[in-house]
Protein backbone atom coordinates (compact mmCIF):
# COMPACT_ATOMS: atom_id res chain seq x y z
CA UNK A 1 0.00 0.00 0.00
CA UNK A 2 1.42 3.12 -1.02
CA UNK A 3 1.02 6.70 0.02
CA UNK A 4 2.69 8.22 -2.96
CA UNK A 5 0.78 11.80 -3.81
CA UNK A 6 -0.62 11.86 -6.78
CA UNK A 7 -2.47 15.62 -8.81
CA UNK A 8 -5.85 15.84 -9.78
CA UNK A 9 -6.38 18.62 -12.49
CA UNK A 10 -10.57 18.62 -13.02
CA UNK A 11 -12.26 17.39 -10.27
CA UNK A 12 -15.52 17.09 -13.03
CA UNK A 13 -17.22 13.17 -14.10
CA UNK A 14 -13.71 12.25 -14.83
CA UNK A 15 -11.52 13.52 -12.58
CA UNK A 16 -13.24 12.66 -9.32
CA UNK A 17 -13.36 8.69 -10.37
CA UNK A 18 -9.24 9.47 -10.96
CA UNK A 19 -9.52 10.71 -7.46
CA UNK A 20 -11.62 7.43 -5.84
CA UNK A 21 -9.27 4.90 -8.31
CA UNK A 22 -6.32 6.11 -6.81
CA UNK A 23 -7.39 6.35 -2.66
CA UNK A 24 -8.32 2.86 -3.31
CA UNK A 25 -5.07 2.10 -4.32
CA UNK A 26 -3.82 3.90 -1.07
CA UNK A 27 -2.78 6.56 -2.64
CA UNK A 28 -3.02 10.50 -1.48
CA UNK A 29 -4.67 12.22 -4.10
CA UNK A 30 -5.01 16.38 -4.27
CA UNK A 31 -7.59 17.40 -6.48
CA UNK A 32 -7.11 20.74 -8.01
CA UNK A 33 -9.78 22.45 -9.99
CA UNK A 34 -10.02 26.62 -11.58
CA UNK A 35 -13.75 26.69 -9.51
CA UNK A 36 -13.16 26.14 -5.72
CA UNK A 37 -16.58 25.46 -5.18
CA UNK A 38 -16.30 22.70 -8.07
CA UNK A 39 -13.78 20.67 -5.44
CA UNK A 40 -15.32 21.64 -2.24
CA UNK A 41 -18.39 19.85 -4.33
CA UNK A 42 -16.58 17.14 -6.10
CA UNK A 43 -15.32 15.99 -2.01
CA UNK A 44 -18.61 15.73 -1.49
CA UNK A 45 -19.96 13.85 -4.12
CA UNK A 46 -16.80 11.86 -3.78
CA UNK A 47 -17.70 11.24 0.08
CA UNK A 48 -21.11 10.15 -0.42
CA UNK A 49 -20.38 7.93 -3.26
CA UNK A 50 -17.63 5.64 -1.71
CA UNK A 51 -20.49 5.13 1.14
CA UNK A 52 -22.70 3.99 -1.11
CA UNK A 53 -20.60 2.18 -3.23
CA UNK A 54 -19.55 0.57 0.42
CA UNK A 55 -23.22 -0.31 1.18
CA UNK A 56 -23.24 -2.19 -2.67
CA UNK A 57 -20.86 -4.26 -1.76
CA UNK A 58 -18.83 -2.78 -4.59
CA UNK A 59 -16.26 -0.51 -3.12
CA UNK A 60 -12.78 -1.50 -4.25
CA UNK A 61 -9.72 -2.24 -2.42
CA UNK A 62 -9.26 -2.52 1.43
CA UNK A 63 -9.89 0.32 3.19
CA UNK A 64 -12.82 1.80 4.86
CA UNK A 65 -15.09 4.78 2.99
CA UNK A 66 -13.67 7.22 5.51
CA UNK A 67 -10.25 5.78 5.29
CA UNK A 68 -10.35 6.56 1.27
CA UNK A 69 -11.93 9.59 1.99
CA UNK A 70 -9.51 10.94 4.09
CA UNK A 71 -6.78 10.76 1.41
CA UNK A 72 -8.11 12.58 -0.64
CA UNK A 73 -8.26 16.52 -0.32
CA UNK A 74 -8.47 20.17 -2.37
CA UNK A 75 -5.93 21.96 -3.71
CA UNK A 76 -6.64 25.77 -5.12
CA UNK A 77 -2.95 26.22 -6.46
CA UNK A 78 -1.22 24.43 -9.63
CA UNK A 79 2.15 24.64 -8.13
CA UNK A 80 1.27 23.35 -5.26
CA UNK A 81 -0.62 20.51 -7.00
CA UNK A 82 2.83 19.41 -8.70
CA UNK A 83 5.08 19.58 -5.43
CA UNK A 84 6.66 16.37 -4.64
CA UNK A 85 4.02 14.54 -7.19
CA UNK A 86 4.54 11.28 -8.69
CA UNK A 87 1.88 11.38 -11.49
CA UNK A 88 -0.91 14.11 -12.38
CA UNK A 89 -4.04 12.86 -13.84
CA UNK A 90 -5.33 15.99 -16.25
CA UNK A 91 -8.95 15.84 -16.62
CA UNK A 92 -9.92 19.13 -18.23
CA UNK A 93 -12.72 18.94 -20.82
CA UNK A 94 -12.25 18.63 -24.25
CA UNK A 95 -11.08 21.62 -25.42
CA UNK A 96 -7.37 21.52 -27.18
CA UNK A 97 -7.15 25.56 -26.45
CA UNK A 98 -7.62 24.99 -23.07
CA UNK A 99 -4.76 21.73 -22.67
CA UNK A 100 -2.36 23.89 -24.52
CA UNK A 101 -2.56 26.39 -21.69
CA UNK A 102 -3.31 24.51 -18.84
CA UNK A 103 0.24 22.05 -20.30
CA UNK A 104 2.12 25.69 -20.66
CA UNK A 105 1.67 26.46 -16.93
CA UNK A 106 2.15 22.79 -16.09
CA UNK A 107 5.58 22.35 -17.85
CA UNK A 108 6.77 25.77 -15.74
CA UNK A 109 6.18 23.58 -12.10
CA UNK A 110 6.67 20.07 -13.26
CA UNK A 111 9.70 18.28 -11.41
CA UNK A 112 11.65 15.60 -12.88
CA UNK A 113 10.34 12.54 -11.21
CA UNK A 114 6.72 13.56 -12.30
CA UNK A 115 4.57 12.34 -15.30
CA UNK A 116 1.51 13.72 -16.82
CA UNK A 117 -1.04 11.70 -18.11
CA UNK A 118 -4.16 13.35 -19.60
CA UNK A 119 -8.21 11.61 -19.50
CA UNK A 120 -8.22 13.44 -23.31
CA UNK A 121 -10.43 10.66 -25.58
CA UNK A 122 -9.90 12.90 -28.82
CA UNK A 123 -6.47 14.61 -28.24
CA UNK A 124 -3.07 13.32 -30.03
CA UNK A 125 -0.88 14.06 -27.03
CA UNK A 126 1.68 15.67 -29.64
CA UNK A 127 -1.43 18.58 -30.14
CA UNK A 128 -0.97 20.13 -26.99
CA UNK A 129 2.60 19.21 -25.68
CA UNK A 130 5.07 19.89 -28.53
CA UNK A 131 7.42 22.61 -28.08
CA UNK A 132 7.20 21.70 -24.23
CA UNK A 133 10.43 21.59 -22.00
CA UNK A 134 9.19 18.36 -19.95
CA UNK A 135 7.07 16.91 -23.17
CA UNK A 136 9.19 13.67 -22.63
CA UNK A 137 7.11 12.99 -19.15
CA UNK A 138 3.68 13.67 -20.47
CA UNK A 139 1.41 10.95 -22.81
CA UNK A 140 -2.17 10.24 -22.45
CA UNK A 141 -3.85 8.02 -20.31
CA UNK A 142 -7.44 7.33 -21.68
CA UNK A 143 -9.86 5.49 -19.30
CA UNK A 144 -13.45 4.39 -20.23
CA UNK A 145 -16.47 6.08 -18.92
CA UNK A 146 -17.44 4.94 -16.23
CA UNK A 147 -13.13 4.23 -15.00
CA UNK A 148 -14.96 3.11 -11.69
CA UNK A 149 -16.39 -0.10 -13.15
CA UNK A 150 -14.17 -0.93 -16.83
CA UNK A 151 -10.81 -1.16 -16.30
CA UNK A 152 -9.35 -0.53 -20.02
CA UNK A 153 -6.91 2.40 -20.25
CA UNK A 154 -5.04 3.37 -23.32
CA UNK A 155 -1.49 4.79 -22.60
CA UNK A 156 -0.63 6.91 -26.03
CA UNK A 157 2.84 8.43 -26.20
CA UNK A 158 3.42 11.15 -28.11
CA UNK A 159 6.66 10.74 -30.36
CA UNK A 160 8.91 11.94 -27.99
CA UNK A 161 7.51 11.00 -24.69
CA UNK A 162 10.20 8.68 -22.91
CA UNK A 163 9.65 4.53 -22.65
CA UNK A 164 10.05 5.02 -18.76
CA UNK A 165 7.31 7.29 -18.87
CA UNK A 166 4.75 4.97 -21.06
CA UNK A 167 6.18 1.55 -18.50
CA UNK A 168 5.77 3.77 -15.03
CA UNK A 169 2.18 4.83 -15.83
CA UNK A 170 1.64 0.99 -17.13
CA UNK A 171 3.03 0.03 -13.95
CA UNK A 172 0.54 3.09 -11.93
CA UNK A 173 -2.14 1.86 -13.96
CA UNK A 174 -1.84 -1.99 -12.78
CA UNK A 175 -1.13 -0.95 -8.75
CA UNK A 176 -4.94 0.64 -8.89
CA UNK A 177 -6.37 -2.70 -10.45
CA UNK A 178 -6.84 -1.06 -14.23
CA UNK A 179 -6.00 -3.06 -17.27
CA UNK A 180 -3.75 -0.66 -19.46
CA UNK A 181 -2.80 -1.05 -23.09
CA UNK A 182 -0.22 0.56 -24.85
CA UNK A 183 0.10 2.29 -28.09
CA UNK A 184 3.09 2.19 -30.00
CA UNK A 185 2.38 5.60 -31.35
CA UNK A 186 -0.44 8.10 -31.37
CA UNK A 187 -2.57 7.65 -33.84
CA UNK A 188 -6.32 9.86 -34.09
CA UNK A 189 -9.41 8.43 -31.83
CA UNK A 190 -6.45 6.13 -30.51
CA UNK A 191 -7.76 2.03 -30.38
CA UNK A 192 -10.45 2.31 -28.64
CA UNK A 193 -12.44 5.18 -31.02
CA UNK A 194 -11.02 3.67 -34.27
CA UNK A 195 -13.03 0.40 -33.69
CA UNK A 196 -16.09 1.85 -31.67
CA UNK A 197 -16.53 4.45 -34.49
CA UNK A 198 -16.11 1.37 -36.84
CA UNK A 199 -19.03 0.20 -35.31
CA UNK A 200 -21.15 3.21 -35.02
CA UNK A 201 -20.92 3.43 -38.90
CA UNK A 202 -22.21 0.39 -39.96
CA UNK A 203 -25.10 0.40 -37.24
CA UNK A 204 -25.95 3.78 -38.81
CA UNK A 205 -25.77 2.50 -42.28
CA UNK A 206 -27.89 -0.83 -41.43
CA UNK A 207 -30.48 1.60 -39.45
CA UNK A 208 -30.18 4.55 -42.13
CA UNK A 209 -31.07 1.64 -45.01
CA UNK A 210 -33.92 0.23 -43.15
CA UNK A 211 -32.65 -2.88 -43.14
CA UNK A 212 -32.72 -3.70 -38.85
CA UNK A 213 -34.28 -1.73 -36.45
CA UNK A 214 -32.73 0.52 -33.22
CA UNK A 215 -33.31 -2.17 -30.48
CA UNK A 216 -32.81 -5.23 -32.70
CA UNK A 217 -29.20 -3.49 -33.53
CA UNK A 218 -28.30 -2.81 -30.38
CA UNK A 219 -29.38 -6.86 -29.39
CA UNK A 220 -26.40 -8.03 -31.67
CA UNK A 221 -24.41 -6.66 -29.89
CA UNK A 222 -26.20 -6.64 -26.24
CA UNK A 223 -27.35 -10.22 -26.82
CA UNK A 224 -24.44 -11.75 -29.36
CA UNK A 225 -21.11 -10.46 -30.46
CA UNK A 226 -21.02 -8.60 -26.65
CA UNK A 227 -21.04 -11.09 -24.46
CA UNK A 228 -18.29 -13.52 -26.00
CA UNK A 229 -16.66 -9.83 -26.07
CA UNK A 230 -16.81 -9.26 -22.52
CA UNK A 231 -14.19 -12.24 -22.05
CA UNK A 232 -12.22 -12.66 -25.76
CA UNK A 233 -11.43 -9.90 -28.20
CA UNK A 234 -11.99 -10.34 -32.45
CA UNK A 235 -9.35 -11.74 -32.85
CA UNK A 236 -9.13 -14.62 -30.24
CA UNK A 237 -12.48 -15.54 -30.78
CA UNK A 238 -11.22 -15.91 -34.41
CA UNK A 239 -8.18 -18.23 -33.28
CA UNK A 240 -10.99 -20.22 -31.53
CA UNK A 241 -13.27 -19.99 -34.38
CA UNK A 242 -11.31 -22.74 -37.01
CA UNK A 243 -10.02 -26.03 -35.92
CA UNK A 244 -5.95 -24.71 -37.42
CA UNK A 245 -6.70 -21.84 -35.22
CA UNK A 246 -6.30 -17.65 -36.40
CA UNK A 247 -3.97 -18.45 -39.61
CA UNK A 248 -6.68 -20.88 -40.75
CA UNK A 249 -9.41 -18.64 -39.88
CA UNK A 250 -8.37 -15.89 -42.28
CA UNK A 251 -7.61 -18.68 -45.09
CA UNK A 252 -11.02 -19.94 -44.76
CA UNK A 253 -13.13 -16.60 -44.50
CA UNK A 254 -10.71 -14.21 -45.37
CA UNK A 255 -12.13 -13.97 -49.60
CA UNK A 256 -16.03 -13.63 -47.19
CA UNK A 257 -14.85 -10.63 -45.39
CA UNK A 258 -13.09 -9.26 -47.95
CA UNK A 259 -16.61 -9.47 -49.92
CA UNK A 260 -18.53 -8.08 -47.42
CA UNK A 261 -16.16 -5.26 -46.16
CA UNK A 262 -16.43 -3.95 -49.89
CA UNK A 263 -20.10 -3.51 -49.28
CA UNK A 264 -20.24 -1.12 -46.56
CA UNK A 265 -20.73 2.07 -48.77
CA UNK A 266 -19.15 5.38 -47.87
CA UNK A 267 -18.92 6.77 -44.22
CA UNK A 268 -21.57 8.85 -42.69
CA UNK A 269 -21.62 12.24 -41.88
CA UNK A 270 -23.80 11.73 -39.10
CA UNK A 271 -24.30 15.47 -38.50
CA UNK A 272 -25.83 15.73 -41.80
CA UNK A 273 -27.80 13.05 -42.39
CA UNK A 274 -31.06 14.37 -40.78
CA UNK A 275 -33.27 11.93 -41.63
CA UNK A 276 -31.75 8.89 -40.37
CA UNK A 277 -30.55 10.98 -37.23
CA UNK A 278 -34.01 11.60 -36.53
CA UNK A 279 -35.15 7.80 -36.98
CA UNK A 280 -32.59 7.10 -34.89
CA UNK A 281 -33.45 9.06 -32.07
CA UNK A 282 -37.16 8.48 -32.56
CA UNK A 283 -36.28 5.21 -32.21
CA UNK A 284 -33.91 5.51 -29.29
CA UNK A 285 -35.75 7.45 -27.44
CA UNK A 286 -39.05 5.10 -27.23
CA UNK A 287 -36.34 2.26 -25.84
CA UNK A 288 -35.09 4.70 -23.19
CA UNK A 289 -37.18 8.17 -22.94
CA UNK A 290 -34.81 10.76 -22.44
CA UNK A 291 -36.43 10.79 -18.26
CA UNK A 292 -35.25 7.92 -17.24
CA UNK A 293 -31.71 8.04 -18.83
CA UNK A 294 -30.42 8.29 -15.37
CA UNK A 295 -31.76 4.97 -14.10
CA UNK A 296 -30.71 3.27 -17.39
CA UNK A 297 -26.90 4.78 -16.63
CA UNK A 298 -27.51 3.48 -12.91
CA UNK A 299 -28.45 -0.08 -14.39
CA UNK A 300 -25.74 0.26 -16.71
CA UNK A 301 -23.19 0.71 -13.55
CA UNK A 302 -24.50 -2.12 -11.71
CA UNK A 303 -24.35 -4.50 -14.38
CA UNK A 304 -20.82 -3.17 -14.87
CA UNK A 305 -20.01 -3.95 -11.47
CA UNK A 306 -21.19 -7.73 -11.12
CA UNK A 307 -19.63 -8.73 -14.88
CA UNK A 308 -16.36 -7.27 -13.57
CA UNK A 309 -16.75 -9.18 -10.66
CA UNK A 310 -17.27 -12.49 -12.63
CA UNK A 311 -14.70 -11.30 -14.64
CA UNK A 312 -12.19 -11.42 -11.84
CA UNK A 313 -13.43 -14.96 -10.50
CA UNK A 314 -12.46 -16.57 -14.11
P1 LIG B 1 -16.21 17.74 -16.85
O1 LIG B 1 -16.73 18.89 -17.60
O2 LIG B 1 -17.15 16.88 -16.05
O3 LIG B 1 -15.07 18.26 -15.83
C1 LIG B 1 -14.06 19.15 -16.18
C2 LIG B 1 -13.58 19.91 -14.95
O4 LIG B 1 -12.39 20.63 -15.28
C3 LIG B 1 -14.60 20.92 -14.42
O5 LIG B 1 -14.75 20.73 -13.03
C4 LIG B 1 -13.94 22.30 -14.71
O6 LIG B 1 -14.24 23.29 -13.73
C5 LIG B 1 -12.46 21.92 -14.66
N1 LIG B 1 -11.56 22.83 -15.38
C6 LIG B 1 -11.79 23.53 -16.51
N2 LIG B 1 -10.66 24.19 -16.87
C7 LIG B 1 -9.72 23.90 -15.94
C8 LIG B 1 -8.35 24.30 -15.78
N3 LIG B 1 -7.74 25.09 -16.63
N4 LIG B 1 -7.68 23.81 -14.69
C9 LIG B 1 -8.31 23.01 -13.80
N5 LIG B 1 -9.59 22.61 -13.93
C10 LIG B 1 -10.28 23.04 -14.99
O7 LIG B 1 -15.40 16.85 -17.90
P2 LIG B 1 -15.16 15.25 -17.87
O8 LIG B 1 -16.31 14.56 -18.50
O9 LIG B 1 -14.72 14.86 -16.50
O10 LIG B 1 -13.94 15.11 -18.93
C11 LIG B 1 -12.60 15.41 -18.56
C12 LIG B 1 -11.65 14.78 -19.57
O11 LIG B 1 -11.84 13.35 -19.56
C13 LIG B 1 -11.85 15.22 -21.02
O12 LIG B 1 -10.59 15.35 -21.64
C14 LIG B 1 -12.63 14.08 -21.64
O13 LIG B 1 -12.40 13.91 -23.02
C15 LIG B 1 -12.05 12.89 -20.88
N6 LIG B 1 -12.96 11.71 -20.84
C16 LIG B 1 -14.29 11.88 -20.60
C17 LIG B 1 -15.13 10.75 -20.57
C18 LIG B 1 -16.61 10.91 -20.30
O14 LIG B 1 -17.36 9.99 -20.60
N7 LIG B 1 -17.05 12.02 -19.71
C19 LIG B 1 -14.59 9.47 -20.78
C20 LIG B 1 -13.21 9.33 -20.99
C21 LIG B 1 -12.39 10.48 -21.03
Known amino acids: MSCQKIGIVGS ?46 ALRGQLSPEAQFELISGCTDLKQLVENALHIQECIPELLQLKRDLYAQLDEVLESQTVVASSTSTFMPSL ?17 NPPYFIPLVELVPAPWTNKETVESTRQLMLALGQR ?24 WRLVGGGIISVEDVDRV ?34 GEIAAVSASYGPTPDMRNEGETLAEIASQCEELVPLEALQQRRATRDEFLTRLSTLKRQL
Not at 128 to 144: C, D, F, I, N, W
Request: overall charge neutral; aromatic content about 10%.
Open 180 to 203: PVVLNREVQGFATNRIQYAILNEV
Open 12 to 57: GLIGRAWAMLFAAAGYRVQLYDILETQVDGALLEIQKELHSLKAKG
Open 128 to 144: YTEGLKQRSQMLVAHPL
Open 221 to 254: LSDGLGLRYALLGSLETAHLNAPGGVADYFQRFG
